[in-house]
């Protein structure tokens, strides 16, 4: 192993000289570093450009049908017997319903006992049969207690659930089993336990289980819960009280303040897309012509005036005003206005008509592209930035190596050196020892 003398000879910091000469050397290994963070930086832009298009693109979908954008609201005579909510595929109507019975579940409860972790119910086997299916369930020294025997019932998971609850008696604690299910029903035969000193445990039955049942125009309709899906078109039913001498009259109309909502929210979606492109506007990549053609393509887009044969053929007229900024500002009372005087004709504004897109469709197809996860600007633009980076790691790698090949050779030399220096060094001390030794001239003594 070669020695390195580190200035011992020269009196020199060769370590910090060849410190200083590695930095130098390493110059183009940080340019490259610096120019893989770029490109790693300028696709961390285009992704989040990218997830705000997705964003748009969302809420363009969301009203690109005639019932998505029109989606009814529901309103109810009276109130406190069911909750209803509405979804796209709702159709306008009214509705009469008579809510019959609540769904239950079978509930039954045992007699109750002084200490629940008293170890005093007899051994042996306990069956619980559930939907006409008996389970056996050993029962012994370590669970004859009532919590014990919960615990046994809950771990054979046989579709019936055990707790306890305290009632405040001279003997508190009850088990009560439930059912998961309406369809669940179940019966407890503890004739198999024998022993202990207290009495096996016996059941009496609390609540029957039975369905939810509704009438709707005179149609019955049962669930296994209190939610009824699609009972009618597009609504989900949450039935909260029974009471079937109570009819109440469901209707199903128009929302033009939940279209409003709709609308505006694409708008805002727009936004977000000019806001963050002008935020990147100082960035190294703020001027990428992908930043460029997207923004231009949605201003294109948005002053798009359409051959529909309603009463509006541009947003302009719905109250979308650019400022100068580029982003939007919708006029809420003109928008108001518009869905007040011709509903129809907003909803054919982005929904389109036989032969005609609407916006929220032109917007939707080229969102679609610009997004698409193997063609649009970010696929191409991470499939290019990855082989950047690849090419940059591997100059990187070929350069590091030349680094340290380079370190040995600086090592090499100024330890060659200090070794020359160090030996001329003792040939000095020699010869001076040796003048000093020979006879002074002219010495006569």
Known sequence: MAITFGGLATGMDTGAIIDALMEIERQPIKRLENDKNFYKSRLNAFSELNGKLESLQAKAEAIDTANELNTPKATASSEGYFTATTSSTASMGSYQIEVIELAQLQKDVSAGVADKTAQEFGTGTLTVTVGGTPTDITIDGSNNSLEGIVSAINGAELGVTATIINDGTANPYRMVLTGDTVNDTFSLDASGLSGGTYANPSMVNKQLAHQAHIQIDDIDIYSDTNSFEEAIQGVSLDVLQADAAVTTTLTLSSDPDSTET????????????????????????????????????????????????????????????????????????????????????????????????????????????????????????????????????????????????????????????????????????????????????????
């Open 262 to 445: 709709k609308i505006k929210d694409f708008a805002k979606a727009y936004n977000g897309i000019v806001n963050y492109i002008a935020s990147q506007a100082d960035a190294d990549w703020g001027n990428d012509s992908s930043f460029r053609s997207v923004k231009r393509r949605l201003q294109d887009l948005l002053t798009t005036e359409l051959g529909v044969s309603g009463s509006f053929t541009s947003l302009s007229e719905l109250g979308f005003e650019t400022q100068r900024d580029g982003t939007l500002v919708v006029n809420s009372s003109k928008l108001s206005d518009a869905l007040t005087e011709d509903f129809d004709g907003v909803i054919g504004l982005f929904v389109g008509e036989d032969g005609v897109d609407g916006i929220s469709q032109i917007f939707s197809g080229y969102l679609d592209d610009v997004t698409d996860s193997v063609d649009g600007f970010m696929a191409t633009r991470k499939e290019s930035t990855d082989k950047n980076v690849r090419r940059i790691d591997q100059q990187i790698e070929n350069l590091e190596t030349r680094m340290v090949s380079r370190e040995k050779t600086l090592q090499a030399q100024f330890s060659a050196m200090e070794e020359l220096v160090s030996s001329l060094n003792s040939q000095s001390s020699f010869l001076l020892q040796q003048m000093a030794a020979m006879p002074t001239i002219g010495n006569r003594n």
